[in-house]
Structures are given as structure tokens and as C-alpha cells.
Nanobody, 131 residues
């Protein structure tokens, strides 16, 4: 069964840090670019960060402007995991965070950020930034 499971969310004060994890099962994660989305109450889902396949000649990471310099995406292919390290958290980062995988290994981050080709979603993990 193809599945993604997020963990690591919680309540944190402004300026704090959290590390989100996304565990994949039923497929080999390193064959795919992977993306994190978030959805705040009353708002549309937005792409937060994306990481290309490890074997991509243009291996890279991408971030939504508001999280650049504060969030770091990484992958551990041996563990079939993707992570999102979130530092200097702000109240506006409060949202449910989802990891997602595409339906095809050739889908790159430009398309994934737009929500294209995404086939597998986790159940989400809630991040609340509040004092």
C-alpha cells in the first residue's frame, strides 16, 4: 500500500523550531521529487518546499518566499524519509502541513509546487505557532 505519514507537528512559541518528518511506504521515495504543502484555516493550500530527486543533475531545493532562510527540506533515501526543518517560526506559519509525492518520477518541482501530478498525500500534521 502506497502511503505517506507525516509527524512532528505541535505547539511552539514564535521563534521556535520544529522538524517535520514524512515516512513513505509502498514505494521508493528516492525515485521522486517530493513536496511539502500547508493549509491554514480559511486559506488555500500552498506549496512550501520541494526537493528534487537525488539523481537529478540539477539537484536542488525550492522554497516559498515567506519561508526562505527559515525552512530546510532534506531527504534520507536510505530511510525512505523526507524532512522539513522549520526554524524562526512565526504565527503565520500556523497550518496543517502535508507531504506529497507525484505520480511520475519525471515530475519536477516547478509542476509539484503548482499541485500538478501529485498523487499520494499524507494525512497532515498540525503546526501551531503561538505564545
Amino acid at each position: 500500500q502506497v502511503q505517506l505519514v507525516e509527524s512532528g507537528g505541535g505547539l511552539v512559541q514564535p521563534g521556535g523550531s520544529l522538524r517535520l518528518s514524512c515516512a513513505a511506504s509502498g514505494f521508493t521515495l528516492d525515485n521522486y521529487a517530493m513536496v511539502w504543502f500547508r493549509q491554514a484555516p480559511g486559506k488555500e493550500r500552498e506549496g512550501v518546499s520541494c526537493i528534487t530527486r537525488s539523481d537529478d543533475v540539477d539537484f536542488n531545493t525550492y522554497y516559498e518566499d515567506s519561508v526562505k532562510g527559515r525552512f530546510t527540506i532534506s531527504r534520507d533515501n536510505a530511510k525512505n524519509m523526507v524532512y522539513l526543518q522549520m526554524d524562526s517560526l512565526k504565527p503565520e506559519d500556523t497550518a496543517t502541513y502535508y507531504c506529497a509525492a507525484p505520480s511520475t518520477p519525471v515530475a519536477g518541482c516547478a509542476n509539484l509546487f503548482l499541485g500538478r501530478y501529485l498523487e499520494v498525500w499524507g494525512q497532515g500534521t498540525l503546526v501551531t505557532v503561538s505564545s
